[in-house]
């Protein structure tokens, strides 16, 4: 088989298939401490859990409705469902029977609400339910359908409890009997992309492929004419022009997908729809959804995202704006934008391993996710800006709640997103202490890696297999590692000659105890920005590793913006840091404006007096966990900093 054909179907692990222990495994902790019972708390002092209690009365609209008709309300299941999700997650790695029996009673509660044709939605059959499937541009009903369906698959994968799984296939049942082009049905697709990636996910596990097709279909049918949203504006009384964002480029319902070419509208939407045309590429073999995705994927990532991997930087949209328009301190960059494009990125890799993608998925996943979840796992961001006048900090929780339980649920299943497995071939594409067990060419193989990566760049794998295998072993060479070398069982493998796809392919016979030793320099390297970027002219912003670094005020003081860098950022120290558990540091020449010597005119005619100094970087994605204070990640660059 050739080793770059893209017909190959790469499918992630199931959750309890991997064990976490280093980064991610404290992040899972903090989830299983903290996290889960947070999100189950503040959902219930929300009023979420009452509102499908059908033993009480209606609760009626709890939170006002908004311009576009709709209110955050009516996506309250969407936040039980990514919380269930999470729930079933930290269940696996760690029991808690107080947790399970608190999520066993809302599964209780939603299979009481269920209607008899399967129909299920806490607003249209609790507070408004004469308005079912009559705006699907606004309302968020199958996004709502598509979150519980992720909740099932999962609460199923970790407990072995199918009830809300039953729940979920009856509803998807009754979808497929509500969409189509028969006779009485719509042709329609949600406002709010979801439900395409949620159905793969309930095909995988229930081997049911009539869920996939139903997915097809709403992808198929997005943004065809005449307009869905149009036609259903007009038979239900509204004007179709009357719509908040002016423009179907919001909800990427402006052209059929495959003509798309642009990364436009609501950042998340964009996210979860490219995510399920790319489940479906890969599921049917559609070359032509892989190509359409191809052409946006460079248009995101070449034009449109944050060094950090954040993504849409308006909060008018939630979204996109113009190229190349990346504001620091105004940016929106929504944490489930940042989940989004993890969830995007792995799934263009269900057609094979490409660092193009993976080397994304690790930048966004370290840098503009994890930021949205404090090490306690008891606060979060929604917006993840780029600096800080040291007033932007985390929530306790937020009035439209989707980032918590959204980076909850991610960090608590991020073992899925490590391993992919195909026919004959199982592929790494991050790295982290674990333990991954799989059948492949058939035998049984538990995968031990052995790191502090991304700490330190010395990843060990060992294998245990039942029998011996013929089998290849992909290993990605992320694109910044430079000097990164390769030994199996002690022997150096040349890697230009097995790299494919920027992914170390190593085909043999597999026997128990073989071993593998990738080494990885983590150095500390400058980026700097496209010169489009007119709000990073002149300064680089630090990375070691797959790990954006940022100052804060708690380490240098304030006035950040009064550092520039000198000298070569490799030659900086890496340093522990106690409060971080191990994480490192860099302590960076530099040099630093003298403010207090500048008198009291606002302004002169000669420039700030400037003094060598040392300024402490931090990864980003831990910043504002102490005490509150500036924070940037662009930095001045003085002309050694840039090469000069």
């Known amino acids: 088989m050739s080793k ?14 991997v064990e976490l222990d280093g980064l991610f495994g404290a992040r899972q902790d903090a989830i299983c401490d903290s996290t889960a019972e947070t999100l189950l708390d503040r959902c219930v ?96 009903e199958l996004y709502c359908a598509g979150h519980l369906i992720e909740g099932a698959v999962a609460y199923y994968q970790a407990t072995g409890k199918r009830k809300l799984l039953d729940i979920m296939c009856r509803y998807a049942d009754y979808m497929i009997t509500v969409f189509g082009h028969g006779e009485g049905q719509l042709p329609g697709y949600c406002g709010h992309e979801e439900v395409e990636l949620a159905l793969v996910k309930l095909a995988r596990v229930t081997g049911e492929k009539k869920y996939l097709d139903l997915a097809k279909f709403f992808i198929d049918e997005r943004g065809r004419e005449p307009h869905f949203f149009t036609e259903e504006a007009l038979r239900d009384g509204r004007d179709p022009k ?20 642009k990364v436009v509208g609501h950042a998340v939407r964009a996210m979860y729809l490219y995510s399920g045309m790319a489940d479906i590429a890969t599921e049917y073999n559609d070359d032509t959804l892989t190509a359409a995705l191809e052409t946006l994927w460079d248009d995101l990532t070449a034009k449109q995202m944050y060094v950090t991997g954040g993504i849409g930087p308006a909060a008018s949209n939630e979204g996109f704006t113009d190229y190349y328009d990346l504001p620091n301190e105004s940016a929106y960059a929504e944490t489930c934008a940042s989940v989004g494009l993890v969830f995007w990125a792995n799934r263009m890799l269900g057609r094979g391993p490409d660092r193009r993608y993976a080397d994304i998925m690790e930048q966004a996943l370290y840098n503009g996710a994890m930021s949205g979840l404090s090490l306690d796992g008891k606060t979060f961001f929604y917006e993840n800006p780029l600096e800080s006048a040291g007033k932007h900090h985390r929530w306790t929780w937020h009035h439209c709640p989707c980032c918590p339980p959204n980076i909850a649920r991610l960090l608590a299943s991020i073992g ?19 333990k991954a067990k799989v059948e492949i060419a058939g035998a049984k193989l538990e995968l031990a890696q052995t790191t502090r990566y991304p700490w330190d760049g010395a990843i060990r794998f ?11 072993l992909s290993l990605r060479i992320p694109e910044w590692a430079e000097g990164t070398t390769l030994a199996v069982n002690g022997e150096a493998v040349d890697l230009t000659a097995v790299t494919v796809d920027g992914y170390a392919r190593i085909e043999r016979e597999w026997r128990s105890g073989d071993r593998v030793a990738l080494d990885i320099p983590l150095t500390a390297r400058a ?38 860098l000198v000298g070569d950022p490799a030659a900086a120290k890496g340093t522990e840091i106690p409060d971080f558990d191990g994480a490192i540091a860099l302590d960076v020449a530099v040099q630093r404006d003298q403010a207090e010597d500048w008198g009291k005119s606002l302004y002169r005619t000669s420039p700030p007096a400037s003094h060598d100094a040392t300024a402490r970087f931090i990864p980003y994605h831990l910043w504002d966990n102490r005490e509150p204070g500036e924070m940037l990640v662009w930095i001045r660059a003085g002309h050694r900093a840039r090469g000069v």
Not at 7 to 17: A, I, K, M, S
Request: glycine share 6%.
């Open 4 to 17: 770059t054909r893209k017909d190959r179907q790469f499918r992630p692990l199931p959750v309890p298939n």
């Open 45 to 140: 002092e929300a009023g979420m859990v009452r509102a499908i209690d059908t033993s009480q009365p209606s609760p009626g609209i709890v939170i006002p409705l908004q311009p576009w008709a709709g209110s955050t309300q009516m996506f309250w299941d969407s936040d039980l469902g990514k919380s269930i999700e999470t729930i079933a997650y930290s269940l696996y790695r760690r029991p808690n029977p107080k947790l399970e029996a608190s999520a066993d009673a809302i599964i209780d509660m939603y299979e009481k609400m269920q209607d008899k044709d399967g129909y299920l939605n806490a607003w249209f059959q609790r507070v408004q339910p004469g308005r079912r499937w009559t705006n699907l541009r606004d309302h968020h």
């Open 242 to 261: 009357a719509f908040i964002q002016k423009t179907y480029q919001y909800n990427q319902a402006h052209e059929p997908v495959r003509e798309q070419t």
């Open 416 to 434: 899925s997103y490590m391993y992919a497995v195909a026919d004959d071939e199982i592929a790494v594409h991050l790295y982290g202490e674990s």
């Open 462 to 472: 060992e294998a245990t297999l039942d029998k011996p295998a013929r089998f290849a």
């Open 527 to 564: 980026l700097f920005a496209n010169p489009n970027v007119r709000q990073d002219a002149g300064r680089a912003a630090l990375m070691r590793g797959p790990l954006v670094y940022c100052v804060e005020a708690t380490d240098n003081g304030a006035g950040l913006n009064g550092i520039t």
